[in-house]
């Protein structure tokens, strides 16, 4: 009884499906004019016959394929969860939009007091506008931030 239970259990593992194998050499030949040439072809290898430089055997695991995902098996957004999603996103635009008018009033004050101080050295208007140039970059980025986020509001609602 028990032999017949280790041949069953034999056979069963010997007729699972195997790993691959695939054997890989590479020959070293030598041409009749005299320079070395490399294949990995054993037949071309045999004609001339050649000499085996390298053999590597891969092995490859058995093919098993992903199992299918239903289209009822994959998460689904519920109305409530998706208005909530909005709700947040809208609180985090309006955050970021009071934040973008606050550092505008700021570079706003920051050009205006640029704007009133005049050194010795400006008596060009070409070097006046090139020093102020830095602060008036500044309130046209916050001021394209603004915009860009009352954009986004706007798409929300």
Same mark, same amino acid.
């Given at each position: 009884?028990?032999?017949? /239970?280790?041949? #069953?259990?034999?056979?069963?593992?010997?007729?699972?499906?195997?790993?691959?194998?695939?054997?890989? !050499?590479?020959?070293?030949?030598?041409?009749?004019?005299?320079?070395?040439?490399?294949?990995?072809?054993?037949?071309?290898? !045999?004609?001339?016959?050649?000499?085996?430089?390298? /053999?590597?055997?891969?092995?490859?695991?058995?093919?098993?394929?992903?199992?299918?995902? /239903?289209? /009822?098996?994959?998460p689904r957004e519920t109305p409530t969860t998706?208005?909530?999603?909005?709700?947040?996103?809208?609180?985090?635009?309006?955050?970021?939009?009071?934040?973008?008018?606050?550092?505008?009033?700021?570079?706003?004050?920051?050009?205006?007091?640029? !704007?009133?101080?005049?050194?010795?050295?400006?008596?060009?208007?070409?070097?006046?506008? !090139?020093?102020l140039q830095p602060f008036v970059d500044t309130v046209?980025?916050?001021?394209?931030? #603004?915009?860009?986020?009352?954009?986004?509001?706007?798409?929300?609602?």
């Amino acid at each position: 009884m028990l032999r017949t /239970s280790l041949l #069953i259990l034999a056979s069963a593992f010997f007729a699972a499906p195997a790993h691959t194998q695939q054997v890989t !050499e590479i020959f070293k030949c030598k041409s009749p004019d005299g320079h070395w040439t490399y294949t990995n072809d054993r037949r071309e290898a !045999e004609k001339q016959k050649c000499e085996l430089v390298t /053999s590597q055997i891969n092995v490859a695991p058995p093919y098993r394929p992903a199992p299918s995902r /239903s289209a /009822s098996s994959f998460p689904r957004e519920t109305p409530t969860t998706s208005a909530a999603a909005k709700d947040r996103q809208r609180q985090i635009l309006e955050r970021e939009l009071a934040s973008e008018q606050r550092a505008l009033a700021a570079a706003k004050q920051a050009l205006a007091e640029q !704007e009133s101080v005049r050194s010795g050295d400006e008596r060009n208007y070409a070097r006046v506008q !090139e020093r102020l140039q830095p602060f008036v970059d500044t309130v046209q980025n916050h001021e394209k931030n #603004i915009q860009a986020l009352q954009r986004e509001l706007g798409n929300l609602k």
